[in-house]
């Protein structure tokens, strides 16, 4: 009698995303000193940025086209993507002023802490409790942001940039929590391709 076969379990795409999650990391963290070294200003920057991404936008967005399911777009969707385009585009435009009046590392260090803002948006807005871990790690970002910006006040301003730069970071980060914030409403009424590029404008509305 033959013991009964033991299905093989799928393996864990954990570490395929967490690879993935890293590589889009790094690129992100280059963006900064591109930026700094383009000859444009911060406006034109994440003008020029958009722009290139669009190809891949088309590819996805002609991808999601061809699924079964695709194309139901709920009442609310239109709204809350241009609310995330509108957020997208002032963190976009804020970041690139700020590396030109900070450093890149304070720019970017300042300009992730969208997470901050995303946690409290959810909390305040959709009532999404977060817990004792989520506020210690919140905690501790906003601890390492005043470290980078309490030299200001003490004549430092010189060697690590400047109030107003960082200013501008931080405004972006929150202009990006607002972008996250804005695409998780977004998504729980259309398709990933319509809420980053849009649809077929006969696409079917359903509610």
């Known amino acids: 009698?033959?013991?009964?076969?033991?299905?093989?379990?799928?393996?864990?795409?954990?570490?395929?995303?967490?690879?993935?999650?890293?590589?889009?990391?790094?690129?992100?963290?280059?963006?900064?000193?591109?930026?700094?070294?383009a000859d444009v200003g911060p406006a034109a920057a994440g003008f020029w940025r958009m722009i290139f991404a669009l190809p891949a936008l088309m590819a996805w967005t002609a991808v999601e086209r061809?699924?079964?399911k695709s194309g139901a777009i709920r009442s609310g969707a239109f709204a809350a993507v241009a609310l995330a385009g509108l957020a997208f585009g002032?963190?976009?435009?804020?970041?690139?002023?700020?590396?030109?009046?900070?450093?890149?590392?304070?720019?970017?260090?300042?300009?992730n802490l969208a997470p901050v803002g995303v946690v409290l948006?959810?909390?305040?807005?959709?009532?999404?409790?977060?817990?004792?871990?989520?506020?210690?790690?919140?905690?501790?970002?906003?601890?390492?942001?005043?470290?980078?910006?309490?030299?200001?006040?003490t004549g430092a301003a010189q060697l690590s940039g400047n109030l107003f730069g960082d200013s501008l970071a931080v405004g972006a980060a929150m202009s990006y929590a607002a972008y996250i914030l804005a695409v998780r409403h977004a998504r729980n009424?259309?398709?990933?391709?319509?809420?980053?590029?849009?649809?077929?404008?006969?696409?079917?509305?359903?509610?």
């Open 1 to 37: 009698m033959s013991a009964p076969a033991i299905p093989a379990r799928p393996a864990s795409p954990a570490l395929a995303m967490f690879l993935v999650l890293l590589a889009g990391a790094t690129f992100i963290g280059f963006s900064g000193i591109f930026v700094r070294l």
């Open 121 to 153: 948006g959810a909390w305040l807005l959709l009532g999404e409790r977060p817990s004792r871990r989520i506020l210690g790690a919140l905690m501790l970002a906003i601890a390492g942001a005043l470290l980078l910006i309490l030299p200001k006040f």
């Open 189 to 207: 009424r259309a398709d990933a391709g319509y809420v980053n590029l849009g649809d077929d404008p006969a696409a079917r509305l359903v509610r």
């Open 66 to 68: 061809r699924k079964p």
């Open 90 to 111: 002032i963190d976009v435009t804020l970041y690139n002023a700020a590396l030109g009046h900070t450093t890149i590392a304070n720019a970017s260090l300042l300009g």
